[in-house]
């Protein structure tokens, strides 16, 4: 069976306890044999007699999808969902997973391993044969990602993702690397340590972090060396990764790491002293003249009588995002008591960004009406990304400006302000038109997205 006609028949209605109407079974029958122009024609024929029918309302929609015409499915569901108080599930889980199909035989590789890997992760089990189809992909990142999503269905798969660690392409390589680590472990520690020393940073970052999972004390000299690779990434995941288990006493490289260019680098590097020597090892760094830094120590003792001070001087810098990465800090550096106080003092931030920090940790603690005014305000002075912040976390708290402003900023101009409105729905754990109205985006990767939301969140 051709792959569109069996996502046809997958996703075959239910029918209803008298059964469908003529006009019903003969949509169908032509939308099951993949004659989507004549499904059209006849919904609309029958949806003339019987205007706002939900059967024939899905039945067009999936025509509309087979016809390529997104934007008249999501126009069809926005009209019949006019005057209603709930979704149809069932019409947005036909819309998902139909976009998630045309994801998967789209002519970007990009946009095909987008998909796949919204598919392993939703564990999606109606499409692994499609998936499984392109471990013969030309494109080895393609082959690499679906051989992973499918490792433990298909004999072959293995052998594949095997193969893929030696791919000229390095996107390939790291997608193999990761997988393997994650879904074999031990079993490939000779590959993964191989890969250890790989050509590509990319790679060699996905080798530390797997190998960080193996937990082997034989793995430490490897891991110290990838401490001082080229690549920050590289050296962050591998101090993180020393960082865990029982690895020795390596505060000399710790202290060597603090004077890194990366912030990232920086804060792996308390991490591992501490690791190393104990948490009074972080005592020293209080004072540290790097003032995330010295937060990070402060969180790392959780002695809020030392560490205020260290907080109050990052709190006090001219970097916002150092205030606001700070506030995120406070609850375990100094106890909810000393957070509250400071939280409350960063609601006043001239930073709409250090505000909605703020008012996350003082939902946290229990004062959700000020949270909810803090998040309210954000609404009406921030930059889009702070809007999309403060709408999430008002949907998520309950208050329906949340969810209205999501569906106001689904439309905002640009591509990456649009993905982040979709991510903020998953966060916010709600479904909005502006969710799935982005099925029919302008953006390929945001329609993915869009589409995997919404089954993440109930259209299943």
């Known amino acids: ?47 003339g007699k019987t205007p706002g029918d939900a059967q024939l309302t899905r039945i067009r929609i999936r025509a509309a999808l087979g016809l390529g015409d997104a934007r008249d499915a999501v126009a069809r569901y926005r009209g019949w969902r006019a005057g209603r108080d ?53 494109d080895d990142v393609v082959a690499a990602a679906a051989a992973i999503a499918v490792l433990r269905a298909f004999p072959q798969a293995p052998d594949v993702a095997t193969e893929m660690l030696k791919s000229d392409d390095p996107q390939a390589r790291a997608i193999a690397v990761e997988g393997i680590g994650r879904k074999v472990g031990k079993h490939a520690a000779e590959d993964l340590r191989f890969a250890a020393v790989d050509q590509d940073p990319r790679v060699r970052a996905a080798a530390a972090a797997a190998l960080a999972a193996l937990a082997d004390p034989a793995d430490t000299e490897r891991l110290t060396e990838l401490a001082t690779d080229t690549s920050a990434d590289v050296r962050n995941v591998a101090l993180r990764a020393l960082a865990r288990g029982k690895r020795g006493d390596l505060g000399a490289l710790a202290q060597a790491a603090l004077a890194d260019a990366s912030l990232g680098v920086r804060l792996a590097a308390v991490d591992l002293l501490v690791a190393s020597r104990g948490r009074d090892a972080a005592r020293p760094l209080l004072e540290h003249a790097d003032l995330m830094v010295a937060a990070y120590a402060a969180r790392a003792l959780r002695d809020p009588t030392a560490g205020a001070a ?50 996350r940790l003082l939902a946290y603690l229990g004062d959700r009406p000020r949270a909810i005014a803090i998040y309210a305000a954000a609404l009406a002075a921030g930059e889009p990304d702070d809007r999309v912040g403060a709408a999430a976390e008002l949907a998520h708290l309950g208050d329906p400006r949340g969810a209205a402003a999501l569906e106001q900023l689904a439309a905002a101009p640009e591509p990456g302000v649009r993905r982040s409105v979709i991510t903020a729905h998953r966060a916010a754990r709600v479904i909005t038109p502006g969710l799935w109205g982005a099925l029919a ?12 939301a919404l089954y993440e969140l109930g259209a299943r």
């Open 441 to 452: 985006d302008d953006d390929a990767g945001n329609r993915i997205e869009a589409a995997a």
């Open 310 to 359: 260290a907080v109050d001087r990052a709190l006090a810098a001219d970097d916002w995002t150092i205030r606001a990465g700070v506030v995120n800090l406070l609850e375990v550096a100094l106890g909810k008591d000393g957070a509250r106080a400071r939280a409350e003092k960063a609601a006043s931030d001239r930073a709409v960004g250090v505000q909605i920090a703020a008012a």
């Open 1 to 47: 069976m051709r792959p569109v006609l069996r996502l046809v028949t997958l996703l075959a209605f239910a029918a209803t306890a008298c059964g469908p109407s003529a006009g019903v079974k003969r949509a169908q029958t032509l939308l099951d044999r993949g004659d989507y122009r004549g499904a059209a024609d006849a919904a609309d024929q029958e949806l």
């Open 86 to 138: 709930d979704e149809d599930l069932a019409a947005l889980r036909t819309m998902a997973l139909t976009t998630l199909w045309q994801g998967l035989t789209s002519p970007s590789a990009q946009v095909q391993v987008q998909a796949i890997r919204a598919i392993e992760r939703l564990e999606i089990e109606d499409f692994a044969r499609d998936v499984g189809d392109r471990m013969g992909d030309d």
